[in-house]
C-alpha cells in the first residue's frame, strides 16, 4: 500500500516505542506530521529535512535524545515546532531564525543549552515562543520585542541572566510572560507595565530587586502575578488592589515592609503568598504589633516632649509673673514706706529737692534720719562713679537712696573738720 499521497500522519497518544522509522522522507505530500506521546527513542532522523511540505511537526512527549536536525530549519513552510518533553540536547537552533512563517516553537523540557538567538527577532509572525527547563544561558535578547504577534513567551526554569529588557513593553499582545526561575537581576521595568494584553506575569525565583512597580495597577487584564523569592523591598503598592481580574498572587521570600494593602490581604488570605517577608505584618499575617508598637513608642515619645515643654514654659512663665509680681510688691512697699514714714514725711515737706508751685526748683529743708550704712549703699561704698566734685574739704559724692530720694553728700577728708 503506497503513502506517497499522505498528507497528515497522527498517530499520537499511542505506545509505539523504537526509533522513528527513516523511511518517513519518502512521504513528500505529508504537511502534518504528529507522533507525540508515543514511546519514540534515538534520535531525529535528518531524512525529515526532505518534508518540503510540512507545515507541523509534533514530536513531543517522546524519548528523543541528540541534536535537533538542523535540516528542519530548511523547511519553508513549517509553522508549527513541538519538540518540547524530550531529551534533546545542544544549543538552540539558530537555524529557525530563517522560518518566517513560524507561529508556534516549543523547546521546552529538554536539554538544551547556550544562548537564545538574537534572531529570534525576525520571527514577527511568532505567536508562542517556550524555552523553558532547559539549560540555557546568557541574557534576555531585547530582539524579541520585534516578533510583533508574541503572545505566549515562556523561558523559565533557565540560567539566564542580566536585566529584563524594558523593550519588551512594546509586546502589545503579550499575553503570558513566565521568566521565573533564573538568575535574572535588576528592576522590573516600568515599560512592562505597557503589554496591556498580560494576563499572567511569572518572575519569581530570580534576584530582582527594588520597589514593586506600581505602574503594575495599569494591567487590567492580570490573573497570576508572582513575584516571590527574590529581594524585592519597600512595600507592596496599595493600588494593587485595582486589579479586579487577579486570582494568583505571590509575594513570599522578599524584603518587603509594612502593612499588607487590607483589601488585597482580605482577597488573597493565604498567608504562604506573603511568607517570608521579615518587615511585613498585617492581614493575612499576624497583626502589626511590632510596627504598632513602634508608632505608639514614638508617640509617647513626641507626646512626652511636648508635655515637658509646656511644663518648661509654663514653669518659665510663672517664674517671670511671681518675679514680676515680687518687683510690683517691693515697689508698692517703697511707696508704702515713703507715704507713711514720718521722716521720709518731713523730707518732702520740710526737705529735699522739689519743684516750685511755678514749675522751678525750689530747696526745701529736711530733718530725716539718714544712717551710714543707707549712705555707703547709695553712693556704692563712695564709687567714682558717683562722684559730683572735689574740693579742699573732701570730695562730694551724688547718693542715690532705695526710696528715690536724691543727695549730695560731702565725704570731708582726713584733714578737714
Known amino acids: ?21 527513516i523511511g518517513i522522507g519518502n512521504l513528500q505530500q505529508l504537511s502534518v506530521l504528529n507522533l507525540s506521546k508515543n514511546g519514540f527513542s534515538g534520535t531525529i532522523p535528518s531524512s525529515i529535512g526532505t518534508l518540503y511540505k510540512l507545515t507541523v511537526v509534533d514530536l513531543s512527549g517522546q524519548n528523543f535524545s541528540g541534536e535537533i536536525p538542523f535540516d528542519l530549519a530548511g523547511l519553508p513552510n ?43 527577532g525576525f520571527l514577527t509572525s511568532l505567536v508562542v515562543l517556550s ?39 512594546r509586546l502589545s499582545l503579550l499575553s503570558v510572560l ?3 526561575r533564573n538568575n535574572l537581576t535588576g528592576e522590573v521595568p516600568i515599560d512592562i507595565s505597557n503589554c496591556s494584553s498580560l494576563t499572567s506575569l511569572v518572575l519569581d525565583l530570580n534576584h530582582l530587586s527594588g520597589n514593586i512597580p506600581e505602574s503594575l495597577s495599569r494591567l487590567s487584564n492580570l490573573t497570576v502575578l508572582d513575584l516571590s523569592t ?26 518587603l515592609v509594612g502593612q499588607t494593602p487590607v483589601m488585597l490581604g482580605s482577597r488573597f488570605n493565604n498567608s504562604l503568598d506573603y511568607a517570608g517577608n521579615q518587615g511585613l505584618c498585617g492581614e493575612p499575617l499576624e497583626r502589626c504589633e511590632t510596627s504598632g508598637n513602634g508608632g505608639n513608642k514614638l508617640i509617647i515619645f513626641i507626646a512626652v516632649a511636648a508635655s515637658g515643654a509646656l511644663l518648661l514654659l509654663s514653669c ?43 514749675g522751678g526748683p525750689k530747696l ?17 561704698e563712695f564709687d567714682e562713679e558717683h562722684v559730683l566734685s572735689r574740693t579742699h574739704y573732701g570730695v562730694v559724692y551724688k547718693a542715690f537712696y532705695n526710696d528715690g530720694m536724691v543727695l549730695s553728700i560731702r565725704r570731708l577728708s582726713d584733714g578737714s573738720k
Open 316 to 358: 518659665c512663665c510663672l517664674y517671670t509673673y511671681n518675679l514680676l509680681r515680687w518687683r510690683r510688691k517691693l515697689k508698692e512697699k517703697a511707696a508704702g514706706e515713703k507715704k507713711h514714714s514720718p521722716a521720709r514725711a518731713s523730707s518732702r515737706t520740710s526737705g529735699g529737692r522739689g519743684s516750685g508751685e511755678n
Open 178 to 180: 513566565d521568566l521565573g
Open 78 to 120: 513549517l509553522q508549527v515546532i513541538a519538540l518540547q518533553q524530550n531529551k534533546l540536547s545542544g544549543n538552540v537552533p539558530e537555524g529557525f531564525s530563517s522560518l518566517l512563517g513560524m507561529q508556534y516553537l516549543n523547546l521546552s523540557s529538554n536539554s538544551l543549552s547556550g544562548h537564545i538567538p538574537s534572531t529570534f
Open 230 to 255: 527574590n529581594n524585592f523591598s519597600g512595600e507592596i503598592p496599595a493600588n494593587l488592589t485595582m486589579l479586579s481580574s487577579l486570582v494568583s498572587f505571590n509575594v513570599s521570600n522578599n524584603n
Open 364 to 380: 526745701v529743708m529736711f530733718n530725716n534720719k539718714i544712717t551710714l550704712v543707707e549712705t555707703i549703699e547709695a553712693t556704692r
Open 1 to 21: 500500500m503506497s503513502l506517497s499521497n499522505l498528507s497528515i500522519l497522527n498517530v499520537s497518544g499511542n505506545k509505539f516505542s523504537g526509533s522513528m522509522p
Open 131 to 169: 524555552l523553558s527547563n532547559n539549560h540555557i544561558n546568557g541574557s534576555i535578547p531585547p530582539d524579541l520585542a520585534n516578533c510583533s504577534a508574541l503572545e505566549d513567551l515562556d523561558l523559565h526554569s533557565n540560567s539566564l541572566s542580566g536585566q529584563i529588557p524594558a523593550d519588551l513593553g
